[in-house]
Nanobody, 125 residues
Framework: QVQLVESGGGSVQAGGSLRLSCATS????????MGWFRQAPGKEREGVAT???????AYVGDVKGRFTISQNTAKNMVYLQMDSLKPEDTAMYYC???????????????????WGQGTLVTVSS
């Protein structure tokens, strides 16, 4: 069973920062592509960022330049540093993993092997 556990969500004012964390097993970390998605109230889920074990990153939409995805191999963790937050960033953020899908395929978010339970980010104006 693939387990992903997110943490780090919370409430901040516009312009603030948060860092989300996704913890998983060493097996998943070393063999699966991983990334972040979000779903705002009343909207469809959308991809945010993904990273390969080689450190290749990709971002979607207006998070480019504001969000940074990173990883810690020693801790089997993937992070999402979110800076210059906007009210429209308010959403439930999910960590996801898949053994095969990567890049834009992964970021479509379809039929990925594993999802975390989500962590809520609320940005007030």
């Amino acid at each position: 069973q693939v387990q992903l556990v997110e943490s780090g969500g919370g409430s901040v004012q516009a312009g603030g920062s948060l860092r989300l964390s996704c913890a998983t097993s060493a097996y998943i970390y070393n063999n699966f592509y991983m990334g972040w998605f979000r779903q705002a109230p009343g909207k469809e889920r959308e991809g945010v960022a993904t990273v390969t074990r080689d450190g290749i990153t990709a971002y979607v939409g207006d998070v480019k330049g504001r969000f940074t995805i990173s990883q810690n191999t020693a801790k089997n963790m993937v992070y999402l540093q979110m800076d210059s937050l906007k009210p429209e960033d308010t959403a439930m953020y999910y960590c996801a993993a898949d053994k095969v899908k990567c890049g834009s395929w992964f970021m479509e978010g379809r039929d990925l092997e594993a999802w975390g339970q989500g962590t809520l980010v609320t940005v007030s104006s």
